[in-house]
């Protein structure tokens, strides 16, 4: 059951189609969701304009470029006045995919790619000048 103004089933899957891949026309969506491209194209629109659809990415695989190292870092800040600044050296990093502000165990979660162990130390060296971390690496994506 969809509980948001003006979005029906019909936009839920044509937003599916387009989180599978968002290279597919409307008229390849229109064929998969039994409507017209014009249609789907209309509907893409008011799911822009709504805000649902906000952009658009490509999926990758770091890996192939070297990124071999995923890891997820808790963080714990030192100080509750080094909250910006912190914010700001993460905003400069490559190095970090993701970041939440989390509430529950840490401050803040993030998801770091890097070419080496060696660079990832160097990483959390920089790292301690804010807080305290702790790390996990993935060792397989599931999903």
């Given amino acids: 059951m969809v509980s948001y103004p003006g979005i029906d089933e019909v936009d839920l899957r044509i937003l599916k189609c387009l989180q599978e891949d968002a290279t597919l026309s409307h008229k390849a969506i229109g064929q998969l969701v039994h409507m017209t491209g014009q249609a789907v194209g209309a509907r893409v629109r008011k799911l822009q304009e709504l805000g649902v659809i906000e952009g658009y990415t490509v999926r990758w695989n770091p890996d192939k470029i070297g990124q071999a190292v995923h890891a997820f870092v808790t963080v714990f800040m030192k100080s509750s006045t080094a909250h910006q600044t912190f914010q700001t050296f993460v905003q400069q990093k490559d190095q970090v995919v993701e970041m939440h502000r989390v509430g529950g165990e840490g401050c803040y979660w ?7 162990s060696a660079e990832l130390t160097d990483f959390l060296d920089e790292l301690l000048k804010y807080g305290n971390y702790k790390v996990s690496l993935s060792i397989g994506q599931v999903k």
Avoid: C, F, I, L
């Fill in 110 to 116: 993030m998801r770091v790619r890097v070419r080496s």
